[in-house]
């Protein structure tokens, strides 16, 4: 099933289905397997998956080095990798913004050391700097295609207003945004600017942190960094898995599963080329791939976004009787 897209002005021939690694950042989601990682990778891979998105913030360079080892061996002209940069490392564990022109030239020769690679074909900003300036920004990131040590770059977590400043310096042709059918902010500017641009889009968290997935239904409890999110809590939390597991009929109708019924959807979006999908075994990668060329009506489209509308979850009353 090799189905690609083009993401955008950047050129790159992608699957629209990305195979996300913020999982192995221990801070967020607790210890992972390795092993169940990469035969989940090895599993999208001979799936038709050609896109894997990776970071140095994800377990400080431990994402990157499992990606490394996946892609030992593999034909490195059949991958597109995605990694970003920002952070400034501190051997205590902490870190601050840092996209100053050494850093950023120096991250790059070390990310493209973790994972055994030449080059990297699309680098993206992690967050937004406010203390370099732009050009500096722009001519370290030209100067690293032009070395070849990159071949596109873009932009991760910023505003339209951040992403146009940016662009009056470099050819910022890529973004990766969060968004799902729960949170469409993005909607209201950054889509339509990257839909009127040709910028490429590859939104991550579509399943909201895992939220409509289908797998939940308002009684669990988490360990990982969830715990502190409304939307995993008290009656917000049952609300919202409620309206996920009414959207089943549905499915089934389409012949998908509940997951995939909201994906499928969430990449009907024009301005969204590529979902970006966390991943931590090979089942979850098989039915994420499920997903990939299936449309369902404009109908059924907008019954599923009214059904899991965050402004009408909002409404529900917790027990005080009081709106949330």
């Given at each position: 099933m090799n189905r690609r897209v083009i993401l955008g002005a950047t050129g790159l021939e992608v699957s629209p289905i990305c195979f996300g690694t913020w999982q192995l950042s221990p801070r967020f989601w607790g210890d992972q397997s390795k092993t169940d990682v990469l035969a989940a990778m090895n599993a999208a891979f001979d799936a038709g998956i050609n896109f894997y998105d990776t970071a140095d913030a994800y377990g400080d360079g431990y994402a990157e080095t499992v990606l490394g080892e996946f892609l030992a061996g593999k034909p490195r002209d059949d991958l597109v990798i995605c990694?970003?940069?920002?952070?400034?490392?501190?051997?205590?564990?902490?870190?601050?913004?840092?996209?100053?022109?050494?850093h950023i030239r120096q991250r790059c020769d070390l990310q493209l050391q973790r994972m055994s690679i030449e080059t990297i074909d699309l680098y993206l900003?992690?967050?937004?700097?406010?203390?370099?300036?732009?050009?500096?920004?722009?001519?370290?990131?030209?100067?690293?295609?032009?070395?070849?040590?990159?071949?596109?770059?873009?932009?991760?977590n910023h505003t339209v207003e951040q992403l146009r400043a940016h662009r009056r310096f470099?050819?910022?042709?890529?973004?990766?945004?969060?968004?799902?059918?729960?949170?469409?902010?993005?909607?209201?500017?950054?889509?339509?600017y990257c839909q009127a641009e040709?910028?490429?889009?590859?939104?991550?968290?579509?399943?909201?942190?895992?939220?409509?997935?289908?797998?939940?239904?308002?009684?669990?409890?988490?360990?990982?960094?969830?715990?502190?999110?409304?939307?995993?809590?008290?009656?917000?939390?049952?609300?919202?898995?409620?309206?996920?597991?009414?959207?089943?009929?549905?499915?089934?109708?389409?012949?998908?599963?509940?997951?995939?019924?909201?994906?499928?959807?969430?990449?009907?979006?024009?301005?969204?080329?590529?979902?970006?999908?966390?991943?931590?075994?090979?089942?979850?990668?098989?039915?994420?791939?499920?997903?990939?060329?299936?449309?369902?009506?404009?109908?059924?489209?907008?019954?599923?976004?009214?059904?899991i509308a965050i402004d009408g979850i909002s409404k529900i009353k917790d027990a005080t009787g009081k709106r949330k």
């Amino acid at each position: 099933m090799n189905r690609r897209v083009i993401l955008g002005a950047t050129g790159l021939e992608v699957s629209p289905i990305c195979f996300g690694t913020w999982q192995l950042s221990p801070r967020f989601w607790g210890d992972q397997s390795k092993t169940d990682v990469l035969a989940a990778m090895n599993a999208a891979f001979d799936a038709g998956i050609n896109f894997y998105d990776t970071a140095d913030a994800y377990g400080d360079g431990y994402a990157e080095t499992v990606l490394g080892e996946f892609l030992a061996g593999k034909p490195r002209d059949d991958l597109v990798i995605c990694t970003k940069v920002f952070n400034h490392f501190n051997p205590n564990g902490s870190r601050y913004p840092d996209l100053s022109p050494a850093h950023i030239r120096q991250r790059c020769d070390l990310q493209l050391q973790r994972m055994s690679i030449e080059t990297i074909d699309l680098y993206l900003l992690h967050l937004f700097d406010p203390v370099t300036p732009l050009a500096d920004v722009a001519e370290t990131m030209e100067s690293l295609k032009k070395q070849g040590k990159i071949r596109r770059y873009g932009v991760s977590n910023h505003t339209v207003e951040q992403l146009r400043a940016h662009r009056r310096f470099g050819p910022y042709d890529a973004v990766q945004p969060c968004y799902s059918l729960v949170d469409t902010q993005i909607e209201n500017d950054l889509l339509p600017y990257c839909q009127a641009e040709n910028i490429g889009v590859m939104v991550y968290s579509p399943m909201h942190k895992g939220l409509l997935t289908g797998k939940y239904t308002g009684n669990e409890t988490f360990t990982d960094f969830r715990k502190h999110l409304p939307d995993f809590q008290g009656e917000r939390f049952r609300a919202i898995a409620a309206a996920v597991q009414s959207l089943k009929p549905l499915a089934e109708q389409y012949r998908l599963s509940t997951y995939q019924l909201i994906l499928a959807a969430t990449l009907m979006h024009p301005g969204i080329h590529v979902a970006v999908v966390g991943i931590k075994n090979r089942p979850q990668i098989i039915e994420a791939i499920g997903a990939m060329g299936k449309t369902i009506s404009r109908e059924d489209y907008f019954a599923v976004r009214k059904a899991i509308a965050i402004d009408g979850i909002s409404k529900i009353k917790d027990a005080t009787g009081k709106r949330k």
